[in-house]
């Protein structure tokens, strides 16, 4: 598989990590290494048009000097090579994607199978899921559809949502404040560009009601699960359900044991979570801590994608919890691995809005 890609990251170790685990087959770096030989070894070219020190490579699939300095999603996918996917790779705190301009069709340009090769982080381009944009359905301006790492299909994703919102803005050669509609399997969703670049979502009402989650536990609070029991292998934790459009169980802790999160197995024990007789459509998973009454640090295991840097959902279903079981108020401070993220339920509406990053990591083509 090749790869054609302009790359706009900054040149530190962690870019560098982070290239060597993105980029496909053709490109490999080596143990680390001085800059000179990483350029020689991917045949790098000295440029640097950006504002801050960045760098270009020319690949299997390579793009004139021009096309290079020019990059961006609506340049570069401007392109139309047949048997090729041209697609942007970003990031919201680490929770990463492909997204690909689907604005002429209402079928997704892959299939989920297709999808999990391309999210391999060894063997494919690597990422979390993949998303399309697509045209509006019943009104809206667009379409977002996603396909996991797995090859499932979620009903939405808050980080995603965010990605796919600068990636329009890029694609329509928005400035400024911008905001628009967007159908998903979660309902409406409406995302806003700030002036700053970060992005406001409206993620609308969270779902209480058990049996809409959904989950199998009984409700012990007006038909919603609030700090209920469940046995995971002899363990009861204490978990609140919660559907932002999407499954979440989010738990605090055991027993009267708050949870100190950065000493929880993930890959042990957020499987069992998912997969749990209690939640028939699966199920994401948070694990909290408590720092403040306005700051909480958690650590996700999604449905379909494993442990990831950040969950959009997940932190909004956090908040509501965390607002249920009286630990927190409704504007909070949400720490991920991947970084930050504002989150508010709004008392007078009842939506939830969630504020946070997206950022291009690199733009590149696959052969289909």
Known sequence: ???????????TASSRRSLSSSLIAPFRFSSPSPLSLQRRALQIP????????????????SMSSETTEKASPASFLDHKESGYLHFVKYHGLGNDFILVDNRDSTEPKITPEQAVKLCDRNFGIGADGVIFAMPGTNG?????????????????CGNGIRCFAK?????????????????????????????????KVDMGEPVLKASDVPTKLPANRDQSVVKGGLDVDGTTWNVTCVSMGNPHCVTFGTGSKDLLVDEINLAEIGPKFENHIMFPARTNTEFVQVLSSSHLKMRVW???AGATLACGTGACAVVVAAVLEGRAGRSCTVDLPGGPLEIEWN???NHVYMTGPAEVVFYGSVPL
């Open 1 to 11: 598989m090749a790869i054609t890609a302009a790359i706009t990251l900054p040149l």
């Open 46 to 61: 000295s440029c640097s048009p950006f504002r801050r020190p960045t760098f270009c490579i020319s690949a299997a699939l």
């Open 140 to 156: 809206t301006d667009y379409t977002m559809r996603i396909f996991n790492s797995d090859g499932s299909e979620p009903e939405m």
């Open 167 to 199: 990636f329009i803005g890029e694609l329509e050669n928005l400035d400024g404040k911008q905001s628009f509609t967007i159908h998903t399997g979660a309902g409406l969703i409406v995302p806003e560009i700030q002036e700053n670049g970060q992005v």
């Open 302 to 304: 999604e449905r379909g």
């Open 347 to 349: 008392k007078d509406d």
